[in-house]
């Protein structure tokens, strides 16, 4: 079936890691995506992996993959204030026939001085 | 950048009335989603559009219909809206290249109904 895991809350000190999971159940994924949304606002999309790769670095963000476990993770570097947010992971299997994303429940990310 | 606006930020309407939540974006994207969001369960498509008058349910689609009349318009409709339909809801759009396409979507910034 069909369905992307990620724990609900994260709380970390500014200037530490964070570090976001995500577990997802389809193998034949080609994309996995990391979706931003701060309050009130709509989705920004972070970035995105391509399932034939291991990791992904930008900036202070690196997305790791591990195909085998399907498990997929956020860290961001150095979390400022501005970094809180609910972050989405998600997923377009092939088998659901069209570009459908599937999405986390989102984490909600809090930074505290 | 791909821009999609949504025609409303807030709205607030009376059960059993119509309501109309109009998304554009400007990039000539083929395919347009409609998503709803509600805490603790992330995104759920109602539908999606992957060319002009061409529409797909998604996983949640009953007390909703759509309209794609032009390519860069796609609207949402709650023909008699109900206080379980009070959700936020997202629109996205993504360039499409036949409906089993993968693109990245983009999403517009949302609209928050609430459902009296």
């Known amino acids: 079936g069909e369905d992307v895991e990620q724990s609900l809350f994260l709380s970390v000190r500014e200037g530490d890691s964070s570090v976001i999971n995500c577990t997802y159940t389809d193998s034949s994924s080609t994309y996995l995506y990391w979706y931003k949304q701060e309050p009130g606002a709509g989705l920004q999309l972070l970035t995105y992996i391509f399932s034939n790769m291991d990791m992904k670095q930008d900036q202070r963000l690196t997305v790791l993959l591990n195909k085998k476990d399907k498990h997929l993770s956020l860290r961001i570097a150095d979390t400022q204030t501005g970094d809180s947010a609910i972050y989405f992971c998600?997923?377009?299997?092939?088998?659901?026939?069209?570009?459908?994303?599937?999405f986390g429940a989102g984490t909600r990310l809090a930074v505290h001085p | 950048d791909v821009k999609v606006t949504q025609s409303s930020r807030y709205l607030v309407k009376r059960t059993g009335e119509k309501v109309f939540l109009e998304c554009v974006q400007d990039m000539d994207h083929e395919n347009m989603f409609w998503y709803r969001q509600d805490p603790g369960l992330g995104l759920r498509l109602i539908y999606f559009s992957y060319d002009v008058k061409m529409k797909e349910k998604g996983d949640i689609p009953e007390g909703y219909s759509v309209s794609r009349e032009k390519k860069e318009r796609f609207s949402l409709i709650l023909e008699s809206a109900s206080t379980n339909q009070t959700s936020m809801y997202l629109c996205?759009?993504?360039?499409?290249?036949?409906?089993?396409?993968?693109?990245?979507?983009?999403f517009g910034p949302g609209t928050r109904l609430t459902v009296l």
């Open positions: 996205a759009s993504s360039l499409g290249s036949g409906a089993a396409s993968t693109d990245t979507q983009y």
């Open positions: 998600a997923e377009i299997p092939l088998s659901g026939g069209y570009n459908k994303l599937i």
